[in-house]
């Protein structure tokens, strides 16, 4: 056991990039910029919270990427649902932290930065699925054409960018339990690329 948390970087990767996570949540989760609108006529307003998310979907990426497949295959523990384990532990970690700096902030872009974190590292275990190296990559995708073609017009956000829809639709939170319930049962039952 003390192997495994040593190889998937849990104390020098998972645990400080959680820490970064719940800092910039509770310091900036009412900052925003504007960003130019490549579908509609004005700018963007976008929130730092939906960027904050990354940190966690790529130290997990990272994490996983850190496994010795020929050891892990004759491994006594179930390395897979150890790292199940590691993800679903960081993801609720980081949602619960971000509802209770929303509640306490009265700030629904931090409680959102909780809901996006579900929805994108599903993403990143369905991507990792297909290609590890893709696994980092298609989160930063996602938030980056989110950003610039999200919007059908000032706050209007499309259905398909589900990361900037209010934190209130439940549809959406449904949604992306859903693709995070998706990501973590590809990965448990995914052969290790």
């Known amino acids: 056991m003390t192997l495994w948390l040593k190889v998937r970087r849990v104390q020098a990767v998972l645990a400080p990039a959680l820490a970064v996570f719940v800092l910039l949540v ?13 579908l509609a006529a004005g700018g963007n307003r976008v929130f730092l919270m939906q960027m904050t998310p990354l940190i966690i979907t790529s130290t997990l990426a990272h994490s996983l990427a850190q496994g010795v497949p020929d050891i892990e295959a004759t491994a006594r523990r179930d390395v897979r649902t150890l790292d199940t384990a ?15 700096i929303g509640a306490l902030a009265d700030s629904q872009e931090a409680t959102t930065a909780g809901r996006n974190t579900l929805f994108l590292t599903g993403l990143m275990l369905l991507a990792r699925a297909v290609h590890e190296q ?19 017009d000032i706050d209007r956000p499309w259905p398909w ?24 049962t590809v990965h448990a039952r995914a052969r290790r690329i």
């Open 161 to 184: 960018a589900v990361t900037l829809h209010p934190v209130g639709y439940l549809p959406t939170f449904g949604f992306c339990l859903f693709v995070l319930a998706a990501g973590l």
């Open 86 to 100: 590691l993800v679903s532990g960081v993801v609720v970690a980081a949602t619960l932290a971000s509802l209770a």
């Open 26 to 38: 509770a310091m900036v989760h009412d900052q925003y910029v504007q960003m130019p609108s490549l």
């Open 134 to 152: 893709a696994a980092s990559v298609v989160p930063v995708g996602w938030v980056f054409a989110v950003m610039f073609v999200g919007y059908r």
